[in-house]
Every structure is written in C-alpha cells, then in structure tokens.
C-alpha cells in the first residue's frame, strides 16, 4: 500500500518501485496506490517537494498485463484544507490491483 507519496520521489524511481513490487507479490496479493497527478500544478505547499507527478492514466497502464487484475480505478480532483495552508485542489488517481498470474 502506498497512499500519497510516490509524487514526491522522481518518476523514474516510483516507476522502478511499482515494477520491483509487482514482480515480488505474491499471486492473490493487492496493490493499492493512490499518487497525485498532472491534471491540476501540485499546490503551493508541497511543490517544491514533488518531483513526479503521474500523467492520467500512466499509473493504470503499469498494471494492464496478463498478471493482473485491476479491482478499482479512479481519477478525481478534490478539495484540501490543512492548519495554516489555505485552502486547495489535489488531482489524485487510486488503483488497487490483484495478481493473478
């Protein structure tokens, strides 16, 4: 499980970790991700710690092979609100996918 954090590493690396993941999962086992993405800039106060933001789509492609199934999919844009940030948008897309093969 990774839950909003692989936009802050390059794109590269995260890509290099989901293929290293997939391959040691066992068959039945689940990814569930979610990464921010390109459709919206990344808000003021994490952009100058993102350095990889996924394209739409780019993280559901790794996972549309023989050897897995993908159990849900979902892109979607929403509202944030921390203490002492005002108030923003995130782009963020969510998978979780079985291994099969």
Do not use: C
């Amino acid at each position: 499980m990774s839950h909003g954090v692989l936009h802050f590493v390059d794109k590269e690396k995260w890509k290099e970790f989901i293929s290293k993941a997939k391959y040691g999962t066992n068959i039945g086992g689940l990814h569930i991700i979610q990464i921010f993405t390109n459709k919206v800039p990344a808000s003021y106060d994490i952009a100058p710690y993102v350095k990889g933001l996924a394209a739409e789509g780019e993280l559901e492609s790794m996972y549309q092979d023989k050897n897995w199934e993908i159990i849900q999919s979902k892109a979607y844009i929403f509202n944030d609100e921390h203490p002492g940030v005002e108030k923003h948008v995130h782009a963020s897309y969510r998978i979780v996918a079985r291994k099969m093969k």
